[in-house]
């Protein structure tokens, strides 16, 4: 091991030990299990996706998420689930996650911003209204409170904006 890769390891490992875990935040940049490729106007019908929520992962250190306060839900690093879409002008989008556990949603827009959810259809049902998505990848993290894995329907659909 290269002097580089020891001092490396040293650090991980001294936050590990003040944290009390390594920092894991929801990434961008790994892919989905559950995708589609859709426009605006195929979804004004709707689609939905069976996905599974929960992870391992708090958000806590997650800081470039910028939401106001630390949700009380746990994470995968990859998406549970990604939306290529087109055919978004005037359209407002409605992504909604269905279970029989409490979870909580994170989505980012292509344009960068994100949001969280964990009660607009009642407690541990989220819901989220984007009144401006956009064109291009929505990727959705659906996380649950304990981070024990569970069955879930994510559910898309558009409207007029």
């Known amino acids: 091991m290269s002097f580089w890769q020891m001092c490396l390891l040293g650090l991980f490992l001294a936050v590990t030990q003040v944290t009390g875990q390594a920092v ?5 940049d790994m892919a989905a299990t559950r995708q589609i490729s859709s426009n605006g106007a195929s979804l004004r019908l709707g689609q939905n996706r069976r996905i599974f929520a929960g992870g391992k992962a708090e958000l806590i250190g997650c800081d470039y998420l910028g939401l106001p306060q630390v949700p009380p839900m746990m994470f995968n690093d990859a998406p549970s689930f990604t939306a290529d879409l087109s055919g978004m002008i005037g359209l407002a989008m409605e992504i909604r996650a269905d279970s029989d556990c409490a979870t909580g949603m994170l989505v ?6 994100w949001y ?9 049902q989220p819901q989220l209204i984007l009144r ?9 993290w659906v996380g649950t409170k304990d981070g024990e894995q569970c069955r879930a329907r994510l559910n898309l659909s558009t409207y007029s904006g």
């Open 24 to 28: 894991a935040c929801p990434n961008p």
């Open 132 to 140: 401006r998505p956009g064109r291009g990848e929505i990727m959705v």
């Open 108 to 113: 980012r827009t292509a344009d960068g911003h």
């Open 116 to 124: 969280y959810d964990d009660s607009g259809q009642g407690t541990g």
